[in-house]
């Protein structure tokens, strides 16, 4: 027998223990969509709403270079808040949002208060090492004080701000890293702090560590990316439009600068027409690729009939570049899902890909035949120069091309458009032999079955 069981049951917080709630709700915290701070927010609010388990205040601390700076502090001002913020939080069928509505609401309403006294403390990682809350970091041990005002460790700014002489340090610490630290304490409850609330608190200490962690170190990947994209692009647009401007400025130059005959005028003018062309060309290749809109639902349409049009169109520069191509489009086919007109363009993409890879005389086979219920292929096939393993391995990156010309967009755009329409590509090749892209589209009955 198999059973299958959601990860938060919806009756999951009100009937087991506390602990188990809590160390739910935080680990379920990190993945929603919110951003850090909100998700932060969520764990600190998990911490303090106990009534039974939990404490009263959380202050979150987090680092910033060789800082460690004051950030939020967060909890109920009295034990029926206290009590109240639990039955939000354990309310079944309550989602996150609303829980992050609430904390927002918590920490506007505590603005001035609570966080304020917190945010200007600030100490150093490497010089306050042997201060409390620092030392916690610096040794990544959970520190419990008592009878913190006859410490001589603990640093008199923050026991001012904290008000209290008896709180737990929870380090944040991944990779040996040092992250942040939340101190927790039983300010109005005045509720000693026994070992298993150390330990409770410990293990969200090392959950939150990690989720920052992994959250700092994704976004870090996302802006790096974007970066190597950026730069890339701009690389690669100054490489395509260097070429044709240094030609215009050149030919215009001798124009405007030597007499000429009208033989020759006209010439130049003719480079400087067709350079213009290469640069409109590059420009709309740039705009048409943007236009894939991954989230426009796919449309049941008619393949063969579009499949045919892209044929007869792409008939007479076959004619005219010396290659065939032969075509094998079964006639039962069914509808497919997507987006005619882009589906169109991919082929057309297919067919050109197949046209510049392979010699004059050679034959391009196009086939369309149903695989089976559910999907429809369609092949391009070519006897062509064929794709070397590195050159595979980048043949759907943004500006991957091995032509002079090349935008290297073409492939991307024909990727783009069958994950827009759930279909999927694959490439066969052979170095000198030829190379084979085969499509496959949902059929409608697929959709139908679907829905
Ligand atoms: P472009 O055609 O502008 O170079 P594409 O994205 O259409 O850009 O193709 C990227 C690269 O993939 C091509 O430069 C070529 O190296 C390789 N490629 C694509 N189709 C084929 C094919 N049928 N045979 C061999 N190589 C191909
Ligand atoms: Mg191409």
Redesign the pocket.
Known sequence: MIEAYPFLAPDFQSKEPKELSLLSIVSQSFFQPFSVDDNLLVIMTALTSGSGVGFNRAMLFRADGDKLRGGKWLGPRSPEEARMIWEVLSTPGLGYLEIIEHNRWLLSRDADAMTGKIAPLEFSLARDNLTIPVTAVAKNELLLVREASREPLVDPRFLQAIGVDEFLCVPLLAQGEVLGEIVLDNAFSRKRIEPKDVKLAGLCGLMAANYIYTATLHQRMVEMERMAALGEMAMFITHQIRNPLTAMGGFTDQLLNAPADEAKRRRNLEIIRREIRRLENVVYELAHFLKVDPSRRPEPFDLKRELRAVLQEMEPRAAAEGREIRADIDDLLPPVLGDPIAVGEVLR?LIV??F??SPAGSRIEVAAERRDAAWVSVSVK?A????SPE?RAR?FSPF????ER???????YVKRVMDACGGTIEVE?EAGRG?T?RLAFRSREEGRAEA
Do not use: P, V
């Open positions: 993409n890909n197949a510049e890879a070519d062509g120069h064929g794709i050159a043949l991957f091309t091995t032509k090349g935008m290297g967009l073409g492939l991307l090749s190379t892209f």
